[in-house]
């Protein structure tokens, strides 16, 4: 895990609990040999969404990625930045493509509103989000 806040270009804000997002995310620490990424799991026990000014719900909606300036960034934004921090500027500039980027966008949109139903992550109540693992020291 890249633990320099010193050199990373995009912080992304990951579930961890969601096979999809754990199977891109080891593929971008692969592909990060220079720590661009500072990759944090929000399913992590511990982590705070509060700490960084937003809430669970907000960040379990979609994918979200802050810039060393502070700016948050959200949805197929967040993966060409991420693409980029790694190399992969051709795919990144792809999906910046007149057309492409709208169909990007409509895919992750009906991705991010149904991943824990495709996920598994369903029970016959319902797919209500999972809630924040906090350890209380």
């Given at each position: 895990?890249?633990?320099?806040?010193?050199?990373?270009?995009?912080?992304?804000?990951?579930d961890?609990?969601?096979?999809?997002?754990?199977?891109?995310?080891?593929?971008l620490?692969?592909?990060?040999?220079?720590?661009k990424?500072?990759?944090?799991?929000i399913?992590?026990?511990g982590?705070?969404?509060?700490?960084?000014?937003?809430?669970?719900?907000?960040?379990m909606d979609?994918?979200h990625?802050?810039?060393?300036?502070?700016?948050w960034i959200t949805?197929?934004?967040v993966?060409?930045r991420l693409?980029?921090?790694?190399?992969?500027?051709v795919?990144?500039?792809?999906?910046?493509l007149?057309?492409?980027?709208?169909?990007a966008?409509?895919?992750?949109?009906?991705?991010?509103?149904?991943?824990?139903k495709?996920?598994?992550?369903?029970?016959?109540?319902?797919c209500?989000?999972?809630?924040?693992?906090?350890?209380?020291?």
């Amino acid at each position: 895990m890249n633990t320099s806040t010193q050199d990373w270009t995009v912080q992304v804000f990951f579930d961890g609990d969601c096979p999809l997002c754990v199977r891109e995310i080891g593929m971008l620490r692969k592909l990060d040999r220079k720590g661009k990424i500072l990759m944090t799991d929000i399913a992590a026990k511990g982590f705070r969404a509060e700490d960084f000014g937003k809430t669970h719900e907000a960040l379990m909606d979609q994918i979200h990625a802050r810039l060393p300036d502070g700016t948050w960034i959200t949805g197929v934004e967040v993966f060409r930045r991420l693409y980029a921090a790694v190399g992969l500027g051709v795919v990144s500039s792809l999906l910046s493509l007149p057309g492409v980027d709208r169909l990007a966008d409509f895919a992750y949109e009906r991705f991010a509103k149904n991943r824990l139903k495709w996920t598994g992550r369903c029970d016959a109540n319902g797919c209500a989000l999972p809630q924040a693992k906090t350890s209380h020291a």
